[in-house]
């Protein structure tokens, strides 16, 4: 059975730092690609960040810059560490292993950022 656990959200006043990890189980973690999404309300989820098994990262241009994608085989978990975090940054946030075949999401955690 495939689980990918999100923690780490919360309320934080702008500026202010989170780190998102997302725990896999199930798979075989160091083959997946992984990503983190997000998805505010009245919105379409969106690619984050995403870290290949290889560990290449990418980031969308609104999170260069302040968001790090990271990843440890060895806890099977990937993390997201986000800086700087501004108000257009409230979202529910997923984390996602891509697969050849198979895709899997984890259930994802509020982020809330004040102003």
């Known amino acids: 059975q495939v689980q990918l656990v999100e923690s780490g959200g919360g309320l934080v006043q702008a500026g202010r730092s989170l780190r998102l990890s997302c725990a896999a189980s199930?798979?075989?973690?160091?083959?997946?690609?992984m990503g983190w999404y997000r998805q505010a309300p009245g919105k379409q989820r969106e690619l984050v960040a995403a870290?290949?098994?290889?560990?290449?990262?990418n980031y969308a241009d609104s999170v260069k810059g302040r968001f790090t994608i990271s990843r440890d085989n060895a806890k099977n978990t990937v993390y997201l560490q986000m800086n700087s975090l501004k108000p257009e940054d409230t979202a529910v946030y997923y984390c996602?292993?891509?697969?050849?075949?198979?895709?899997?999401w984890g259930q994802g955690t509020q982020v809330t950022v004040s102003s």
């Open positions: 996602k292993a891509d697969g050849y075949v198979f895709n899997y």
């Open positions: 870290i290949t098994s290889g560990g290449s990262t």
């Open positions: 199930g798979i075989v973690f160091s083959s997946y690609a």
